[in-house]
């Protein structure tokens, strides 16, 4: 993801016209919050948080492991247990949407109007449906009371400037412009799930959610639970959680006094703690759990660059569960890198078969094809990966191609694209190469 940018001479420009806005808002009338009730100021219209949203969910999606597919009916659940707290919020007619990711570092995020994901290393964390539901409820409060919205506003200013708040309110009652916003505001959302929330949104979350889960007649109880837990892992430092969770919403013991209080001052007769729906609909997945295991410490040896290592956990991790196609994308890398590019290529196959809607089976599938000379099908895997999600690597293989059929426009166009890389080798070689191409002034 890209890393945020900051310069003092920006941002103190910036202040001033925050200051501004912030002035000429609040005379206009802020917005009352439609699940506190307080007044606030909201330079993002409702026409653009939709469109932030709905834009941003199927990237930032890719860029988090890409959707959980291997067991449709996890999903199923936990959309299913999603939508019973949605529609008992503070706003209910957000378009909401759940998604199960397949990711290990276990973590959960909301993007404006409603767009949620939880990894699946959180969900295998949990043990019944009254923690998912504390879990999702705190996320619909992001979305519901536009945290997020609020995070996504404060990083463009930061970010990009006060031209793109202009922008913003210029835009706020057309709908195109909106989406053109939108789309403009891609990076500033990437950002976004690295910003953590202020305590005082936490504490919101957490005590609205609770109201949710009450409301949805969940024991409210399973929020202290969690909360304590969180607390726990972050004492013992350990550092997938302190990559995930724990860093984009802080645990603290406020929090779990606050929820403790707010807990008990709601009365549920019969409050719901689901562990046999839980346990059931997760049991696959949970099963799972070891194969996954292996998987994390073969991606672990793999960075440390260990491939023997690395090639033993995976494979032991196939043996475990042979349906799942990121076990097949990390043996194919190993391959790879041991420039066996036949068998990489059979792995990232299986993996593409097993699940096509992920762009790194994509793109990986067309690099191995360019090494192989298959040009037509590298450009074809190449182009599909860049759909779900654009990445430097699959710019700069598109302009080598671009390149060796003698298309100069192509490869100029690529190149250029690759030339912005974050990753300065990959910038290097691609600036290297628009120079050839006599592209450069
Ligand atoms: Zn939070």
Redesign the pocket.
Known sequence: MKPCFFRHGKLTRSLFWIAGIVAVFCLGGCQINPVTGKKELVLVPQSVEWAMGASNYAPLQQASGGPYTTYPEVNDYVRQVGHKLSEVSDRPDLPYEFVVLNHSIPNAWALPSGKIAIHRGLLTELEDEAQLAAVLS??IV?AAARHSAKNMQRQIILQLGVAATGTLIGGAADSELAGQTASMLGNAASGLLQFS?SRR??LE?DYYGLQYMARANYDPVAAVELQQKFVALEDKQESSWLAGMLR??PPSMERVEANRETAGQLHITKPYRGRDAFQHAMRKLLKDRSAYAHYDQASEAYRQKQPDKALHEIQRAITLQPQEAEFYRLRGDLFFQNEDIRKAKRDYERALSLQDQYYLHHQRLGVAFQLLGQTEQAIRYLESSIKLLPSDPAYFSLGELGAAKGDREQAVHWFSLAAQSSDARIARAATDWLQKLGALE
Request: no cysteine.
């Open positions: 705190h996320e992001h929330y949104d936490e979350a984009t919403h």
